[in-house]
């Protein structure tokens, strides 16, 4: 008898979608098969396909409190003129709320796991506590030359691994999240990689999204970000690069060697007119490339189903080619290539795997018919054919309600928070 058993679904088993029996027992995929196996839960799978959770590898969650607030500008300017100056207003309360709503929309569209950096840190865990979620998060460090700022700064870092690493049970993990090359001083990223191998965690930051950064930091420093980052000894496996838009075929080859993990925000890029990503390239040559959606305000929604089909249109016209990346390796994408780049055992529908798990319903018309689930999956999807999610083997959207959280309540909360960010706006 397991705690779950997910029934009669068609799976993503091996890159192929064929019908079995998954049975869940603690927090982790215990069996996947024909047998006719029993849980103490059991959910029918009939009319459903069954996905490996999808993994958001770069968001910036409580921006959900920004979404629409600041449109149609270039990334410097959006930084500097807007969320800069707005995200100044924030409290902790704020972040705590609007990080539920992130999270009820990543649940509710089969994102089981996210990848965070961003403020108030302590209130993202209270809430991916609470809502049963998975995350890896970071609190977003910037030192700006300024030394003082620098010791702060890494201590908050420091405090907030030391806190809430392994929290919830493992669902929790936490890591080091400084800006991008252009806000941190070399020095100061020397230092937080120094502190993360001590403390044996990941690092996550923003590098080459724009070529504005990529132009300020070869004026200042001589070299391009991801030369820069190689140098000081800043890139191994435990590196995830968000964007990485603007780079060369050696800086490439750099990433490859050193295994750093890159995340491609497609959506985001588009938005902020920063550019296309050589997604393509970098998965032929070998790097773990996985997807995320950025922040609510350069997006505007958690829909990671979005970014899937988008990834695949925009190297499709990229590289002239329709058969560029296939549905099913962007999928992977979307799923063990989040969970691999954070080192977590998930994101596969497999024994051992963590049991983080995504029903959606076949009989939508926009699936109808349905010849291969992969291509429903990659080219058809709204996100609201999810029905049912699980995360560390419990139950947490059941028929598309968020069992753990009270969506009219976080609704309500954040438009009644909207009012004072809309007088900083004028
Ligand atoms: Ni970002």
């Not at 009319?47 to 410097?76: Q, S």
């Not at 100061?188 to 930051?205: D, M, Q, S």
């Not at 999610?389 to 419990?394: K, L, N, P, R």
Request: aromatic share 8%; hydrophobic share 40%; proline share 2%.
């Amino acid at each position: 008898m397991f705690d779950l058993v997910v029934k009669d679904g068609l799976c993503f088993v091996d890159g192929e979608f064929v019908k079995a029996n998954v049975g869940v027992e603690g927090n982790q995929i215990a069996y996947v098969g024909r047998e006719d196996v029993r849980g103490e839960l059991e959910i029918d799978a009939r009319e459903k396909i069954v996905i490996p959770g999808l993994f958001n590898a770069h968001t910036h969650l409580a921006m959900t409190l920004f979404r629409g607030y600041a449109e149609d500008l270039p990334l410097k300017e959006w930084l500097e003129n807007k969320i800069w100056k707005v995200e100044k207003l924030l409290t902790a309360r704020d972040v705590y709320w609007g990080s539920l709503l992130g999270i009820l929309e990543m649940l509710k569209s089969g994102t089981t796991a996210f990848s965070d950096l961003y403020m108030f840190m302590d209130e993202v865990a209270k809430a991916v506590g609470e809502s049963g979620i998975r995350a890896v998060l970071s609190y977003g460090m910037a030192d700006r030359g300024d030394e003082d700022k620098a010791k702060k700064e890494l201590k908050i870092g420091t405090d907030f691994v030391r806190n809430w690493d392994n929290a919830f049970n493992g669902r929790i993990r936490a890591v080091f999240g400084p800006h991008a090359p252009y806000t941190c001083t070399p020095d100061f990223l020397v230092r937080v990689k120094e502190k993360a191998r001590e403390l044996n965690t990941h690092v996550h930051i923003h590098v080459s999204e724009t070529r504005w950064e990529v132009e300020y930091v070869r004026e200042r420093y001589g070299k391009t970000p991801v030369r820069l980052l190689e140098d000081i000894g800043f890139l191994d496996e435990k590196t995830v690069l968000a964007h990485v838009v603007w780079i060369d075929d050696e800086e490439m080859r750099i990433l490859r060697d050193k295994k750093v993990s890159v995340v491609h925000c497609p959506i985001s890029n588009l938005k902020l007119a920063s550019g296309i990503a050589r997604v393509k390239e970098m998965h032929d040559l070998g790097i773990n490339v996985c997807l995320g959606t950025d922040g609510a305000s350069s997006n505007n929604t958690y829909n990671l189903f979005e970014e899937i089909k988008m990834t695949s249109l925009l190297q499709k016209v990229t590289t002239g080619r329709a058969d560029a990346l296939k549905a099913k390796e962007v999928l992977r994408m979307a799923t063990e290539n989040g969970y691999k780049a954070y080192g977590l055992k998930g994101g596969k529908i497999e024994r051992g795997y963590l049991a983080d798990l995504v029903l959606i319903d076949r009989r939508k018309p926009n699936f109808c018919p349905t010849y291969d689930p992969i291509n429903s999956l990659v080219y058809a999807s709204y996100g609201c054919e999810v029905t049912h999610v699980v995360v560390d083997g419990e139950l947490v959207v059941e028929d598309g309600i968020v069992l753990t959280l009270d969506e009219d309540r976080i609704i309500d909360k954040v438009e009644g928070l909207k009012e004072k960010f809309i007088l900083e706006r004028t």
